[in-house]
Every structure is written in structure tokens, then in C-alpha cells.
């Protein structure tokens, strides 16, 4: 005999009954009325395993490829952006620059520095130094270097025109490099060349 609480339907005190007792498939089944289920149960010991929580290694696979097509896209995009800043700085840095020359023009009465730009970084006047030239996917290194040449070196760095004999290029402040710019690069129709800029 075991004490069983009624149904909530028929209220009262416990009352002694004859269960039966079953056991189908690791659950337990107890029934005041045979066929009729009033108490089910699920065995947790003995010979039945206990459920264990986790992830199966196919789930973890899934991931891992996920995050592979993920970094395999996103990685040549992150350092095609780093390329297009450092093509955006020293173009910014041209402009800087060429902007400084004007102004010592002015200041000089029409005339141009006559020196590899030493002039314009002395006490900070008009520059407080020659910024870098990085030149992205031409091979060059970054320098901030000024060649003081009569065309185009393609040595990386800056060109400037500095000789007042040659007043068709005096003045002239370029980026040393013949090679194309990122814009060039990536187009079949556009000729963008660094030193054309």
C-alpha cells in the first residue's frame, strides 16, 4: 500500500490505494486504475545515463568554418583600408605642403624656397616638419625625404623643383614615385600616376 494525494478534482484528505506500477523505456508510471496514467516519472540513476549538456563537435565545427569564411573576407578588406589611408595621408600631405611653399611665396615676394624645404620647417613657421610620403603597393618605404631634382626620381619620398634657372619647374612639389595610385591600380581605365598628382 502507498499514500497517494487524490486528484485535484476530488478534494479531501490522503487516502490509501492499490497502485500499479510500470516501467516503460526509463519511465516510471503509476496508476490508481489500471491503463489510466496518474503519476509519471523518469528513472535518473541506475542504468539510465544521465542527460549531459554541451555542444557536439560537428556544432563546434560549423563555428570554426564560419569564422574562417568570416576572417578569410573581412582580413584582405581591412588591409586594403590601411592601404587607402595611407594613400589619403599623403595626398593630404602633398596639399599641406605645396600650401606652405604658396605661403613662403608670398611672404617672399615671388620667390620660391631655394633649399630642400629646411626653410619652411625653421622655428615652425610655416611647417613643423616635412610629413611622411607612404606610398602603398609600389614598393617604396615611407620617408619623408625631399630630393631636390629637375623631374621625377621614383625613389619614394618627395620631388622639389628648386632651382630659380628653371623657372618652367621652380617650385614644382611632388610625390617621388611614377607608380600608380591605389585608384590606378584597381581601374583598367584610369591612369592615376603619383606623380601626376
Known sequence: MVTCYQPAIVPGPPVSYTIGVMIRSGVIILSLIPGVCYYESKVTGGSMKNAKKGFTLIELMIVVAIIGILAAIAIPKFADLINKSKEGATKGSLASV??????????????????????????????????????PNTGHVDTGGVNTVIGITDIGGWDYANLPATPSTWGNFVVSCTHEDIKGQESTTVTSLWSTL
Open 98 to 135: 605645396r600650401s606652405a611653399i604658396q605661403v613662403y611665396y608670398g611672404d617672399n615676394e615671388g620667390w620660391f624656397p631655394a633649399d630642400d624645404l629646411a626653410c619652411l620647417t625653421a622655428s615652425a613657421k610655416y611647417l613643423s616638419a616635412v610629413p611622411v610620403a607612404k606610398l
